[in-house]
């Protein structure tokens, strides 16, 4: 801030009109006050500035996404997929269903689960996208699986014992990665919490029914269970997004 310096005060000339007196002195009084205005219009411009610059590293806030909520299509395509196999495994439908499974596990349970699982990626959702896209890889790969086994014969994907053990762990695996997401659903919704809960129990039950014709046909009646509550949940999910209807399978919790 410059300092404040006294102008010696200048007599009017004798006979001077008294505007010109009046306009000198309004100048001599602007002379003063402007150097010391400059720093406050300064500091202004530097708050202003400051503002904008704080403004501008601010954490951008995610908009509003424009792609619907695909929970519904993921929920149904993994429970009808899910019901259809529980079928044949629960010892309901004869054994020649199994080429219908593989069918819809290629479409309904592999493809509309991963079209789910990367709308969710797009949207934010880690946990639904991280969910979708495996159980969509998984069904799309047993798919797979049960096609080269049926091209190729039972003596290339089907040996007599070394396969069990295989299968053993592969089911074993499934459980395990199935109990580890049931854990952040603690923190969303009764029904997701079921879900990944009988998923994850029917997984090691295949992997005993690999030993065991009994355990097989347990996995079977649970995995019907999962499925038929991926199906509520998936119509609940759509009616709380179309007509706003809340039910205890959307309801948040908070248990971890």
């Known amino acids: 801030m410059m300092p404040f310096v006294l ?5 009017p000339a004798p006979g001077a009109p008294a505007a010109d007196v009046e306009q000198g002195g309004r100048r001599d009084v602007a002379a003063v006050v402007a150097p010391l205005a400059a720093p406050l219009k300064g500091g202004d411009s530097h708050l202003h500035h400051h503002e904008e610059e704080h403004h501008h590293h ?9 792609i619907a909520n ?7 395509a993994f429970g009808v997929t899910t019901c259809l196999l529980m079928f044949r495994t629960a010892k309901w439908v004869e054994t020649e269903h199994l ?7 290629f479409f309904l349970g592999g493809a509309g689960q991963v079209v789910a699982g990367f709308c969710d990626l797009l949207r934010g959702d880690a946990f639904g996208g991280t969910a979708f896209s495996l159980y969509g890889a998984f ?20 040996p007599p014992a070394a396969f069990k053990v295989g299968e053993t762990l592969f089911l074993s695996l499934f459980a395990l ?9 603690m923190r969303k919704s009764a029904g997701l919490m079921y879900v990944f809960a009988s998923l994850a129990t029917t ?18 009646y ?21 007509l706003g209807l809340e039910s205890f399978l959307t309801r948040p919790v908070r248990l971890l």
Request: glycine residues 12%.
């Open 7 to 11: 102008r010696p005060s200048v007599s």
């Open 58 to 66: 601010q954490a951008p806030t995610t908009p509003p996404s424009s």
């Open 70 to 76: 695909p929970a519904p299509l993921g929920l149904l």
């Open 99 to 105: 080429g219908l499974v593989v069918a819809f596990a």
């Open 139 to 158: 069904w799309l790969g047993w798919g797979l699986l049960n096609v080269l086994s049926i091209q190729a014969g039972p003596q290339v994907f089907a």
């Open 177 to 185: 990665l199935t109990a580890l997401l049931f854990v952040p659903t």
């Open 203 to 220: 997984f090691a039950l295949l992997a005993g029914g690999v030993w065991s014709a009994a355990c097989n046909v347990a996995a079977g």
């Open 222 to 242: 649970v995995g019907l269970l999962c499925g038929a509550g991926a199906i509520a949940l998936a119509f609940a999910t759509l009616y709380k997004e179309t």
